[in-house]
Structures are given as structure tokens and as C-alpha cells.
């Protein structure tokens, strides 16, 4: 385990996007972690402060490939050398980066180890056992010592929060309609994250076998029905649940089990009436409320910034448990 005494060194891979730039920021206001690369093949030799509002250090993006990193990580000589590894990558890539470190040698399996911990933001280790699940409000107990963290997916981190209060009076699959800025479909230029398209338009798409619905109804162990859009605000996600329960309820019973049951998470909101996107953007936690009920069926709102309690926020989050420190250090509430 790290000593709070000394700082952490922290490597991301693939920082040119949105959730990059956050965890930058993040990491960089840190009291015992520092950033040692952040790596990007189309910003190699720019420099971070550049392409990164708030962030004010010197340091300059880098190209590193999976070998490279995973020399950097087993060598404490490397100027590149990190302890804590994070891979923004998209869906499909952090296998090759995993692989080699695994080659070289350097992942220990428990917190005494030489490898670096490992916190990947993509889909490509959610449904691996062998990783660590890492939504601390549900998953924390199993955290200690695991060095190999899968970050849960935006949506997932709603649906789940929204509905784990509930877990085993659910009957039937939960429908969950979520509406998303358009950070969330990434840098790459595509008809969602494009504004002029969007503009007075919520755009509908993968309504069914979405990844985080699978993700989801494996994590919460019942099955769950997603229907993701995307709209023309930047960050910020909204989802309606709307679920059936094996008994009767009512809006007041079901807000005084979802406060008892988030009474001691500082990063999770709870109040009677519907939460406002417009009022999560910028903002490290969630908000669930809009608590409606008739009969058995019920209906929870809940909204979170995309970009950080659903990506940044909570692989900090994961970082600083993995590291043995306080999981809200350098989190601002």
C-alpha cells in the first residue's frame, strides 16, 4: 500500500477525450496523486494545458504504445513510471494494453504487489469476474486489495443506483428511458454528438441489448430494459425507471427506503421531488428522486453528470480505494 506520505503516480491512456480532460483535473487537484503521462497519439508533444481548461502544469501529452506503458509500469526508473494505470480507451482496446502488462510481469494480484492498479472506463472488463466491479455505493466491500478495476458505464451507474434500493421486490423487468448530452457519444464525429443535428431533436438509438442493459442486469442480478437518446446539451444524463414491485407502495414509503438506504453515501442525493439535469452538469454525485407509485407499479427518477459520477469522479473513486486512501480524497462533494 501506498503511504500517504507519498504520492501516487497516475498514467491515463487515451486522454484526448472528455472524460480524460476531467480525470486530468482531477488528478491534478489531488493531494497524494500525481499525473506521470497521459498519453494520446494525435496530441503527442502538445501540451496538456493546452487542450485542458484548469489544468496549469507542464506537463505534455505523450504517445505511448501497450508495450511502452507496461515497461513504464514495471520500471520505477521510467520518467513515464505509474502505480495506478487508467485506460479511457474505446470499447475494444484495453485488452492489448492489459495483455502486455501481464507479459511483463508487473500486476500483482493484491495490494503488495509490483503491478500497477488497473482502472478501465471501457465496457472491455465489466463482465470479466476476474475484475473488480467499481461502483463504490454498491460494490465497495469487495473493493480491498483489488488492483484490477472494471469503471461502470454512465447509464449502468444510474439504472443501478436507481434501482438498488429495490433489489428483490422487483417484479418483472425495470424499463428505464435515459436521456443523455451529447459528451457521452464521445470526440469522435458521429450524428450524436453533433449539435446542429440535435438541435430541437432527441435522437433515439440502440433501444434494444444496449451494452449497459446487459451490463446492468448482470451487475443487479434482475433484468433490466434500456432505452438510451441523446440531446443537444453537453453533459449530463436524466433516466425515468419505471419498474413493478411483489407488493404494494407508496411515493412516501418508497423515498424513506431510498433514504435509509443512501443515509450514509455523501455522493448520492435523495429528495421527494424530480431531479433537473440542468442542475447535475459539473456536479461529482446523483440525484434520485421523482418518486411516484400506484399500486405495485412505481416510477424513480434519477440524474448524474455523465462525465464524472458516471466516468471521472468514480474511477477516483475506485483509485483511492484501491490505494487504501479516503475514497472521497480529492472529491469535493
Given at each position: 500500500?501506498?503511504g500517504?506520505?507519498e504520492?501516487s503516480?497516475?498514467g491515463?491512456?487515451g486522454?484526448?477525450?472528455?472524460?480524460g480532460?476531467?480525470?486530468?483535473?482531477?488528478i491534478?487537484?489531488?493531494?497524494?496523486?500525481?499525473?506521470?503521462?497521459?498519453?494520446?497519439?494525435q496530441?503527442?508533444g502538445?501540451?496538456v494545458?493546452?487542450?485542458?481548461?484548469?489544468?496549469?502544469?507542464?506537463l505534455?501529452?505523450?504517445?505511448?504504445?501497450?508495450?511502452?506503458?507496461?515497461r513504464?509500469?514495471?520500471?520505477?526508473?521510467?520518467?513515464?513510471?505509474?502505480?495506478?494505470?487508467v485506460?479511457?480507451l474505446?470499447n475494444?482496446?484495453?485488452?492489448?494494453?492489459?495483455?502486455?502488462i501481464?507479459?511483463?510481469?508487473?500486476?500483482?494480484?493484491?495490494?503488495?504487489?509490483?503491478?500497477?492498479?488497473?482502472?478501465d472506463?471501457?465496457a472491455?472488463y465489466?463482465?470479466d469476474?476476474?475484475?473488480?466491479?467499481?461502483?463504490?455505493?454498491?460494490?465497495?466491500?469487495?473493493?480491498?486489495g483489488?488492483?484490477?478495476?472494471?469503471?461502470?458505464?454512465?447509464?449502468?451507474?444510474?439504472m443501478?443506483?436507481?434501482?438498488?434500493?429495490?433489489?428483490g421486490?422487483?417484479?418483472?423487468?425495470a424499463?428505464?428511458?435515459?436521456?443523455?448530452?451529447?459528451?457521452?457519444?464521445?470526440t469522435?464525429?458521429?450524428?450524436?454528438?453533433?449539435p446542429?443535428?440535435l438541435r430541437?431533436n432527441?435522437?433515439?438509438?440502440a433501444?434494444?441489448?444496449?451494452?449497459?442493459?446487459?451490463?446492468?442486469?448482470?451487475?443487479?442480478?434482475?433484468?433490466v430494459?434500456?432505452?438510451p437518446?441523446?440531446?443537444?446539451w453537453f453533459r449530463?444524463?436524466t433516466l425515468t425507471?419505471?419498474?413493478h414491485?411483489?407488493h404494494a407502495?407508496?411515493?412516501?414509503?418508497?423515498?424513506?427506503?431510498?433514504?435509509?438506504?443512501?443515509?450514509?453515501?455523501?455522493?448520492?442525493?435523495?429528495?421527494?421531488e424530480?431531479?433537473?439535469v440542468?442542475?447535475?452538469?459539473?456536479?461529482?454525485?446523483?440525484v434520485?428522486?421523482?418518486?411516484a407509485a400506484?399500486?405495485?407499479r412505481?416510477?424513480v427518477?434519477?440524474?448524474?453528470d455523465?462525465l464524472?459520477?458516471?466516468?471521472?469522479t468514480?474511477?477516483?473513486?475506485n483509485?483511492?480505494?484501491?490505494?487504501?486512501?479516503?475514497?472521497l480524497?480529492?472529491?469535493?462533494?
Amino acid at each position: 500500500m501506498t503511504g500517504h506520505h507519498e504520492r501516487s503516480r497516475v498514467g491515463i491512456v487515451g486522454a484526448r477525450g472528455h472524460t480524460g480532460a476531467e480525470l486530468i483535473r482531477l488528478i491534478a487537484g489531488h493531494p497524494t496523486l500525481e499525473l506521470a503521462f497521459v498519453s494520446s497519439r494525435q496530441l503527442a508533444g502538445e501540451s496538456v494545458a493546452d487542450h485542458v481548461d484548469g489544468y496549469h502544469g507542464a506537463l505534455e501529452f505523450v504517445s505511448l504504445d501497450a508495450d511502452q506503458v507496461a515497461r513504464a509500469c514495471a520500471d520505477p526508473a521510467s520518467p513515464h513510471h505509474a502505480q495506478v494505470l487508467v485506460l479511457a480507451l474505446p470499447n475494444g482496446l484495453a485488452s492489448g494494453f492489459v495483455q502486455a502488462i501481464n507479459a511483463a510481469d508487473v500486476l500483482g494480484n493484491d495490494i503488495d504487489g509490483n503491478g500497477p492498479v488497473i482502472i478501465d472506463l471501457s465496457a472491455d472488463y465489466r463482465f470479466d469476474d476476474d475484475w473488480h466491479y467499481g461502483l463504490p455505493e454498491l460494490t465497495r466491500a469487495d473493493a480491498a486489495g483489488r488492483r484490477r478495476i472494471a469503471n461502470p458505464g454512465c447509464y449502468a451507474t444510474a439504472m443501478q443506483l436507481a434501482l438498488a434500493p429495490l433489489r428483490g421486490h422487483l417484479d418483472g423487468p425495470a424499463q428505464c428511458f435515459g436521456v443523455s448530452g451529447y459528451s457521452g457519444a464521445g470526440t469522435t464525429p458521429s450524428p450524436r454528438n453533433d449539435p446542429e443535428k440535435l438541435r430541437d431533436n432527441l435522437m433515439p438509438y440502440a433501444l434494444v441489448d444496449h451494452i449497459h442493459e446487459r451490463e446492468v442486469s448482470r451487475h443487479l442480478g434482475h433484468p433490466v430494459q434500456f432505452m438510451p437518446h441523446v440531446a443537444p446539451w453537453f453533459r449530463g444524463i436524466t433516466l425515468t425507471v419505471n419498474l413493478h414491485l411483489d407488493h404494494a407502495a407508496s411515493a412516501g414509503q418508497l423515498l424513506e427506503r431510498y433514504r435509509a438506504a443512501y443515509a450514509d453515501e455523501p455522493l448520492v442525493k435523495v429528495q421527494a421531488e424530480a431531479p433537473w439535469v440542468s442542475a447535475i452538469a459539473g456536479r461529482h454525485g446523483a440525484v434520485i428522486g421523482g418518486f411516484a407509485a400506484q399500486g405495485r407499479r412505481a416510477v424513480v427518477v434519477a440524474t448524474l453528470d455523465n462525465l464524472l459520477k458516471g466516468a471521472a469522479t468514480q474511477a477516483l473513486q475506485n483509485i483511492n480505494l484501491a490505494l487504501g486512501h479516503p475514497e472521497l480524497e480529492g472529491i469535493t462533494p
